[in-house]
Structures are given as structure tokens and as C-alpha cells.
């Protein structure tokens, strides 16, 4: 009789992990599933240790952005679990693959209010995919497994698994489950005659590229068939790198604080074709630019999944695809034999040019030159990593991503974004030259994770941009409550000499002319380093002063 193989549970959902081609997991460590790390002892699986479990998982989401694969979190029960909720429901809003494991009180202490004890269906349930616990260490494999697919497929996005502290020590014989590989969703002929045909039939057609599953090679055979077509293509909110913003026919960012001659050409479209993306509320102006249901142009919408169609907007042509296959399909279309769009496609790409380099000077450091130097200097495969305030108005605007997957920041606007993600594109890409943009209070949200690169010895260049307040808060309070300012200072630390204290390198900087020297510096130190950026606290967007806002507010009042 063959002798059979077995495994503790713990072991199982590493070797799963192995098949999976996991190479990276991000944590903060916990009593409750020491037996997962255990597993990890002699496996080759690198472990990123953070400082917070919300670090951990906007590490995992910024890794499933890079790779297409689900990036892997572990954290504690309770306390650890609602750390990491603001990661998972960044995943959930960005459409990116990630598992997060939750360690779990035992099964026989359930429902006694045992210490740290949280149902996680109820947690999480509307923040990810799919939310399970396992009761059942025989059944490991058959529950990773299924992650890895849910993940995946379709639309990506999170999964959460609660793993009881008894169960992962169950021993059960070995499962061989095959590595999960993400389907893509090809379309169909009669689509994409249609397509063709609406295509022939516009004057004014207008595509916008957005959301997950793309590559490389998709976003240049879209920038080919653009250039076929001669077609404006605009990007989706912080999806800028999916399109080249000096190829001729790019047409803008439809993000937050769009240029309003693109929001024109979008209102004004007679055909709007939106690939990979939802036109959630950011790229559609607040559900402002096409009427719902039906908007007033001939909307296309390329999707891969078909639950998406008509939950905003009805479709005039809805094409059930990802957008690697669906990218590959346009080949087959011809253009137009008389393009009639030529002259306004020239004239989007121009408006774009002048847009992203247009400004009104500020005081010392003026965040739009800095930015403008940050764009034409860094090497073309640096990546710029944020997160969410006023600051990133400016990124949007005048930083121009050449290459595809540079950029990373989350739709969903959260705080704290910037240097865990920073610290995660670093380990995986540790040749390239990773930059985390910050405001002060954004800065603040996750700050420790600093103490992850010092420890990693990863050297990412850190920005912080000090207005002494949480901008975007404050210049809504100006525009609704004029002059009666409150929640909205901030006295803040040294933040150069918080990066010495944590052994990195730090430097403070006063006037743009002395931002190339101290960037510069920061480089050549290899060592993690925080820029300490000192912004006037009037400037609070490029296209706005808070006394401008709050004088016109007290002008209607």
C-alpha cells in the first residue's frame, strides 16, 4: 500500500501558496496563526514584516496591481483584521486580485465573545468577493484554491479567509491542487461588427481606457490602433500609464480636476467608447456627464464582467471582454476610409499639451514646477506611488507616465496609501528607482511603514508635501463654511528628522530651486529618505488659492 503524505493544514495552505507562484507575503505577525509562519521557516517565500496591518494590506493591493496575481496578506484576529479593512476596501474599489488571511479564535470558543473574536462574513462580506472561514484543515487546498480563481476572475478583487488557530495544526493527507490561471473573456464577432459600425457612423467618438487586467503589450497594440483610427483616447482616473501622453492622439486624464476641455469633449462625444473600466463617480464628474440610465451619446462599454452592464448606465453596445483579447480584436477592424475626427483628435492632444504644462507661479515652492522637474527628470521607468489629498491634483496634471505600470494610487482616495505601497513595488522591482508623493496628513496615516523600508534596506525617495492642514478637507470648508475654519490645522514633526531617527536619510526644502539638489541627494544617499517639501498653505490645488474660495463663498453668503 502507498504510504500517504500527510501535512498539517498550516503546510498545506503554504504549499498552495508555492503552486500559486507566490513569492511574497506582507504581514504583521500574530499569535494566531504562528503556524502558518512556521510553515513558512524553510520555504522559499519572502516575508515583508510591517508595522501595521493596514500597511500590509495596501502592500498586498500594490503588488496584485504590478502583477496581474493576487498579492498575499496575513494578519492577527480582531484587532489586526480591522487594521487591514482600509487595504481591503481599496482592493475592492480598485478592481485589484488579493487575498487577505485572517488568523481566527479555535472553533470550540465561538460565539462566547472569546478574546479578539469578530465574524468576518459579516466584516467583510461587502468588501470583497468572496469571505469564508475554515472550519475543516482537510479542505485547505480545496479553499486556497478557489481564492486564487475568485481573485481572478472576472472583475478582480479581494478575498478573505479566516483561519482558525486550531484548525491550521489538523493534519490531513497531502491534496495536489493546479496553480489558478486567470480566464480571459474573448469578443464575439457580432460585437465587434457593431462596434465597427457605430465607429463608421461618429463624429465625435471618444475612448476611454481605465480599470485592471491590462499589460504591456495590450496598452501598446491600443496605442496602434488609436494611431490607425486617429481617435482621441483619454485615461480613467489614475490610470494615466495605460496610454502614452506624447502619442498624438492622447486626449487627457478624465480624472478629479479634469481639463475642462476634455469634460467638454466627453459631454459633446456622439460615440463613447469605455474600455476596461465602470465610469465610476470620479471619471463621470459626480455622475454628472451623461444622463442615467441612458446616457445621451451611443455609450460602448467593454467589461469583463457582464454584471457591470446597465448598474450605472444602459449600454448602447455592451462587449462582455477583458481587455487584453478585446485589444487584440480591434485589429480586425479597418478605419473609416474618411476619418472625420482627424482635426479634433489633433486638437485634444494639443489642449492636453497645454494643460499639463500651463500654471499660475506660487510662493516658494511651487508644486507645478516641482512636479513639471519630477516628470522631465526621473528615468523612464521610475514609478510614482501616492496616495490621497489636494497634492496628488498636481501628479494627475503635470507628471507625464511614460511607461505602463508606473503609477499606483488608489481610486478609492485613501490616506496612506503612498510608502507601504512604495515599500512593496521596491521588493518587487529593487533595480528601479521607486518614489512615494505624500501629503502631510496622508503622510502621517501610514508613516511607519518607513521603518519597514530602513529595515528592508529598500531606498525609496519620499515626498512629503507640508501645507499644515488636510487640504482637500479644508478647501471644502472654505467653499461651504467661509472663514470659519476648524479640524483642519495640523502642527507637524520635522519629517526630515523623522527619517534620520529611523536611520534614513532626510532633507528639507524651502524654495523650488532647491528641490533638484535635495532629490538628487536623497539618491545618491541609497538609503530610504523623506524629503520634507514646505508648501504654501494658500496654494491648495493647481487651479486654486483658499482666499480666492473663501472670498467668492463669502461673496454669495
Given amino acids: 500500500m502507498k504510504a500517504v503524505n500527510e501535512i498539517s493544514a498550516a503546510q498545506a495552505l503554504v504549499e498552495q501558496l508555492i503552486v500559486n507562484d507566490v513569492d511574497h507575503i506582507f504581514c504583521v505577525p500574530g499569535e494566531s496563526y504562528l503556524a502558518v509562519l512556521d510553515a513558512c521557516y524553510a520555504r522559499d517565500v519572502k516575508l515583508t514584516v510591517c508595522r501595521n496591518e493596514a500597511g500590509a494590506a495596501m502592500m498586498a493591493d500594490a503588488y496584485g496591481k504590478a502583477t496581474g496575481r493576487p498579492g498575499i496578506c496575513f494578519v492577527t484576529r480582531g484587532p489586526g483584521a480591522a487594521n487591514a479593512f482600509a487595504g481591503v476596501h481599496i482592493g475592492q474599489h480598485d478592481s485589484t486580485p488579493m487575498i487577505l488571511f485572517i488568523g481566527q479564535i479555535e472553533r470550540s470558543n465561538r460565539e462566547r465573545g472569546a478574546f479578539q473574536e ?15 472561514e475554515i472550519d475543516d484543515g482537510a479542505r485547505m487546498a480545496e479553499y486556497v484554491s478557489r481564492a486564487f480563481h475568485v481573485a481572478m476572475g472576472g472583475r478582480p478583487g479581494p478575498v478573505a479567509l479566516a483561519l482558525p488557530k486550531d484548525m491550521l495544526e489538523e493534519r490531513a493527507p497531502a491534496v495536489d491542487c493546479p496553480a489558478a490561471a486567470q480566464i480571459e473573456t474573448a469578443p464575439g464577432a457580432d460585437s465587434m461588427a457593431r462596434l465597427a459600425a ?8 471618444l475612448v476611454i481606457v481605465g480599470g485592471a487586467r491590462w499589460d504591456e503589450a495590450a496598452s501598446r497594440e491600443m496605442m496602434e490602433w488609436a494611431r490607425a483610427f486617429d481617435i482621441p483616447v483619454a485615461t480613467s482616473y489614475r490610470r494615466l500609464p495605460l496610454f502614452d501622453p506624447l502619442h498624438e492622439c492622447y486626449a487627457g486624464d478624465l480624472g478629479l480636476a479634469a481639463n475642462p476641455k476634455l469634460v467638454a469633449r466627453a459631454r459633446e462625444s456622439d460615440l463613447f467608447i469605455l474600455v476596461g473600466g465602470r465610469l465610476g463617480e470620479i471619471p463621470s464628474q459626480g455622475y454628472k456627464l451623461f444622463d442615467i440610465p441612458t446616457p445621451q451619446t451611443r455609450l ?24 487584453k483579447p478585446f485589444v487584440a480584436a480591434l485589429a480586425s477592424l479597418n478605419p473609416p476610409r474618411t476619418i472625420r475626427w482627424a482635426d479634433e483628435t489633433r486638437a485634444a492632444h494639443r489642449d492636453y ?10 510662493a516658494e515652492v511651487d508644486m507645478a514646477r516641482t512636479m513639471i522637474w519630477l516628470s522631465d527628470n526621473l528615468p523612464p521607468d521610475a514609478i510614482i506611488c501616492n496616495g490621497a489629498g489636494n497634492y496628488a491634483s498636481w501628479i494627475h496634471r503635470y507628471f507625464r507616465f511614460r511607461r505602463y505600470g508606473s503609477h499606483f494610487a488608489p481610486t478609492s482616495a485613501t490616506m496612506g496609501y503612498g510608502v507601504p505601497a512604495a515599500c512593496a513595488i521596491q521588493r518587487l522591482y529593487p533595480e528601479r528607482l521607486v518614489v512615494s508623493l505624500n501629503g502631510d496628513g496622508d503622510f502621517l496615516m501610514n508613516g511607519q511603514e518607513f521603518a519597514t523600508a530602513v529595515q528592508y534596506a529598500l531606498p525609496i525617495v519620499v515626498v512629503v508635501c507640508d501645507n499644515a492642514s488636510y487640504g482637500t478637507i479644508r478647501m471644502h470648508q ?6 470659519r475654519v476648524i479640524a483642519t490645522d495640523l502642527k507637524n514633526p520635522d519629517f526630515a528628522a523623522y527619517a534620520r531617527a529611523f536611520g534614513g536619510f532626510g532633507v528639507r526644502v524651502e524654495r523650488t530651486a532647491d528641490f533638484p539638489d535635495a532629490f538628487n541627494a536623497a539618491r545618491a544617499s541609497g538609503a530610504p529618505s523623506i524629503i520634507h517639501l514646505m508648501m504654501d498653505p494658500d496654494r491648495i490645488s493647481p487651479n486654486a488659492n483658499l482666499s480666492d474660495l ?3 463663498a463669502l461673496s454669495h453668503a
Fill in 478 to 483: 472654505e467653499r461651504n463654511f467661509p472663514a
Fill in 300 to 323: 460602448v462599454h467593454v467589461y469583463p464582467q457582464a454584471e457591470e452592464f446597465g448598474r450605472v448606465y444602459a449600454p448602447a453596445l455592451a462587449i462582455h471582454a477583458s481587455p
Fill in 118 to 132: 469578530v465574524d468576518y462574513r459579516a466584516m467583510f462580506g461587502g468588501q470583497t468577493k468572496w469571505t469564508a
Fill in 198 to 205: 457605430l465607429i463608421d457612423d461618429a463624429e465625435r467618438p
Fill in 353 to 362: 499639451l497645454d494643460f499639463s504644462r500651463s500654471f499660475t507661479p506660487s
Fill in 550 to 552: 473663501r472670498a467668492e
